[in-house]
């Protein structure tokens, strides 16, 4: 191996790209981080640690801070990108006239792209030819616990097993363990569709239902989860893993996610756009529920919890409305 086969590029330097990079350096790789807001790139640099989105974690001396897109992308034939899904297609444009040759492409985006209504497989094989190998990076990951090298498990999954098989292994490390997968479509449908549930979670939490509540939204939540990925052509074992059932518990139930402060937000009476300013980050699960609904509708999916969600996000329904909803539905079988 080469010393450039440990180069990578890490294209988005929020908290999820930060933490990434240093859990890449902290397994032997060199990566090279690009972010856009001239106040974290000044951070990172000068202060070796991003202080707007991932605050008290040191970078290790093996991450680069690159400002400039193009020559981050020049330099590293692997790239990973960590962007929100509505500037994911964006970002690739950008990227393409500058890639190398032979350059393989990950990323940790998770959510339909809204217009499209595809997943970020499909538009990085549109944008990018089907030439350059793909992948998609997912799981049950906070990024300030990864930053922090708490014991961590995620997801590589790509149709290319050889490439698969060797992301996971850069990333692996003594707190670290990637598993690899072949089920691209069921890996991208759980990282979309949790923040959604997370969101409905939050909210329930928020208005006192109860545990015997917020299971039932999870459990139910998986049920519709999977239900969409099989109509696109997931595997079905996909869901009970850790990009599948893993991610969507962690998302539900712990505070460190932004969907599910979103929902308790929205719980206590905020509006989306109030909470969204709180958090200084992108609430994913807001713009998933509008590309979610449209999916569903146009193969004919059953979500009554995403719709739910959707109506309470979009179209001003109340959470007690939407319960009353849920609860109000015909009986039926739970398979």
Same mark, same amino acid.
């Given at each position: 191996?080469?010393?450039?086969?440990?180069?990578?590029?890490?294209?988005?330097?929020?908290?999820?790209?930060?933490?990434?990079?240093?859990?890449?350096?902290?397994?032997?790789?060199?990566?090279?981080?690009?972010?856009?807001?001239?106040?974290?790139?000044?951070?990172?640099?000068?202060?070796?640690?991003?202080?707007?989105?991932?605050?008290?974690?040191?970078?290790?001396?093996?991450?680069?801070?690159?400002?400039?897109?193009?020559?981050?992308?020049?330099?590293?034939?692997?790239?990973?990108?960590?962007?929100?899904?509505?500037?994911?297609?964006?970002?690739?444009?950008?990227?393409?006239?500058?890639?190398?040759?032979?350059?393989?492409?990950?990323?940790?985006?998770?959510?339909?792209?809204?217009?499209?209504?595809?997943?970020?497989?499909?538009?990085?094989?549109?944008?990018? *030819?089907? #030439? &350059?190998?793909? $992948? +998609?990076?997912?799981?049950?990951?906070? /990024?300030?616990?990864?930053?922090? !090298? @708490?014991?961590?498990?995620?997801?590589?999954?790509?149709?290319?097993?050889?490439?698969?098989?060797?992301?996971?292994?850069?990333?692996?490390?003594?707190?670290?363990?990637?598993?690899?997968?072949?089920?691209?479509? *069921?890996? #991208? &449908?759980?990282? $979309? +569709?949790?923040?959604?549930?997370?969101? /409905?979670?939050?909210?329930?939490? !928020? @208005?006192?239902?109860?545990?015997?509540?917020?299971?039932?939204?999870?459990?139910?939540?998986?049920?519709?989860?999977?239900?969409?990925?099989?109509?696109?052509?997931?595997?079905?074992?996909?869901?009970?893993?850790?990009?599948?059932?893993?991610?969507?518990?962690?998302?539900?139930?712990?505070?460190?996610?932004?969907?599910?402060?979103? !929902? @308790?937000?929205?719980?206590?009476?905020?509006?989306?756009?109030?909470?969204?300013?709180?958090?200084?980050?992108?609430?994913?699960?807001?713009?998933?529920?509008?590309?979610?609904?449209?999916?569903?509708?146009?193969?004919?999916?059953?979500?009554?919890?995403?719709?739910?969600?959707?109506?309470?996000?979009?179209?001003?329904?109340?959470?007690?409305?939407?319960?009353?909803?849920?609860?109000?539905?015909?009986?039926?079988?739970?398979?």
């Amino acid at each position: 191996m080469t010393a450039d086969d440990n180069k990578i590029g890490v294209i988005g330097a929020g908290s999820w790209g930060t933490a990434l990079a240093i859990q890449l350096a902290r397994a032997g790789q060199q990566p090279m981080l690009w972010g856009m807001e001239p106040e974290v790139i000044r951070s990172l640099t000068e202060e070796r640690c991003n202080s707007v989105f991932l605050p008290d974690i040191p970078l290790p001396d093996s991450v680069t801070i690159n400002a400039d897109l193009d020559d981050v992308v020049r330099r590293n034939r692997d790239i990973l990108i960590v962007v929100p899904s509505h500037v994911f297609r964006q970002v690739l444009e950008q990227i393409r006239p500058n890639l190398q040759k032979g350059a393989r492409i990950a990323w940790a985006t998770k959510g339909f792209e809204l217009a499209s209504g595809k997943l970020p497989h499909q538009v990085a094989r549109e944008t990018l *030819g089907i #030439e &350059v190998p793909l $992948a +998609v990076v997912s799981g049950p990951t906070f /990024a300030k616990e990864v930053g922090l !090298g @708490l014991p961590t498990a995620m997801t590589v999954a790509a149709t290319n097993t050889d490439y698969a098989d060797e992301l996971a292994w850069r990333f692996s490390g003594k707190n670290f363990r990637a598993y690899t997968s072949g089920d691209m479509v *069921g890996v #991208e &449908v759980g990282g $979309a +569709v949790k923040n959604i549930l997370a969101i /409905a979670t939050g909210m329930s939490d !928020g @208005l006192g239902f109860g545990a015997n509540t917020r299971v039932a939204l999870i459990t139910r939540g998986l049920a519709e989860m999977t239900r969409l990925g099989m109509a696109l052509g997931a595997k079905t074992e996909t869901f009970s893993g850790l990009s599948g059932m893993g991610d969507l518990v962690l998302t539900c139930t712990d505070d460190q996610s932004r969907n599910r402060r979103m !929902g @308790l937000a929205l719980a206590a009476g905020k509006t989306v756009e109030e909470t969204c300013e709180e958090i200084g980050q992108v609430v994913e699960g807001v713009k998933a529920a509008a590309a979610v609904r449209k999916v569903a509708h146009d193969l004919n999916v059953e979500m009554p919890i995403c719709e739910q969600a959707y109506q309470i996000l979009y179209e001003g329904a109340s959470p007690e409305d939407a319960v009353g909803a849920l609860m109000m539905r015909e009986v039926k079988s739970e398979g």
